[in-house]
T-cell receptor, first 115, second 113 residues
Framework: GNSVTQMEGPVTLSEEAFLTINCTYTATGYPSLFWYVQYPGEGLQLLLKATKADDKGSNKGFEATYRKETTSFHLEKGSVQVSDSAVYFCALNSYSGGGADGLTFGKGTHLIIQP | DTGVSQDPRHKITKRGQNVTFRCDPISEHNRLYWYRQTLGQGPEFLTYFQNEAQLEKSRLLSDRFSAERPKGSFSTLEIQRTEQGDSAMYLC???????????FGQGTRLTVV
């Protein structure tokens, strides 16, 4: 079956530090990969996506590259801000048998950015 | 606002009572999903509709849970004879056609006492 493993949190960084949140996956079929973000008191928001191997998703300074050979989709940002403090979820959607199986999420990584 | 909306935002109920939640998806989206999220975990898929047809059900969805989307627009999720283990955030999401990403509502937080 499908599964997503992401690094445990909380991850605490200083403002302007470099961020990496690791994500690896197991999937049947040809998954699309996503990072969702949940800011305090808000719903899940799509941050970025990649739909095939070697695609790079990017948004708001965040990037992630779909690496099929290592089954990974690590999230990176060169210089984090206090406003990036949130919970980040790695997810995949694997279409098998012609249907949509729904998103499979990791447990989430709580990111805390200190000024 | 044309995002996914869920009602109510919070629900406290006594064990054994029935509860019903509503989700209004983004208007042109034909796919609708329900997820459950417990503290410290990622959302877990419960069920999926394409238009009015319920096409997928997770084994997490016990017989006490039922979901409907009668006209292919809004959806309801009912939990009968609630148990304390049902306490969670229930999330609704919608998507369009074969686009893989889904857009989420803010959720309904259920507390069973």
């Amino acid at each position: 079956g499908n599964s997503v493993t992401q690094m445990e949190g909380p991850v605490t960084l200083s403002e302007e530090a470099f961020l990496t949140i690791n994500c690896t996956y197991t999937a049947t079929g040809y998954p699309s990969l996503f990072w969702y973000v949940q800011y305090p008191g808000e719903g899940l928001q799509l941050l970025l996506k990649a739909t095939k191997a070697d695609d790079k998703g990017s948004n708001k300074g965040f990037e992630a590259t779909y690496r099929k050979e290592t089954t990974s989709f690590h999230l990176e940002k060169g210089s984090v801000q206090v406003s990036d403090s949130a919970v980040y979820f790695c997810a995949l959607n694997s279409y098998s048998g012609g249907g949509a199986d729904g998103l499979t999420f990791g447990k989430g990584t709580h990111l805390i950015i200190q000024p | 606002d044309t995002g996914v909306s869920q009602d109510p935002r919070h629900k406290i109920t006594k064990r054994g009572q029935n509860v019903t939640f509503r989700c209004d998806p983004i208007s042109e989206h034909n796919r609708l999903y329900w997820y459950r999220q417990t503290l410290g975990q990622g959302p877990e898929f419960l069920t999926y509709f394409q238009n009015e047809a319920q096409l997928e059900k997770s084994r997490l969805l016990s017989d006490r849970f039922s979901a409907e989307r009668p006209k292919g627009s809004f959806s309801t999720l009912e939990i009968q004879r609630t148990e304390q283990g049902d306490s969670a955030m229930y999330l609704c999401a919608s998507s369009l056609g074969r686009e893989p990403e889904a857009f989420f509502g803010q959720g309904t937080r259920l507390t069973v006492v």
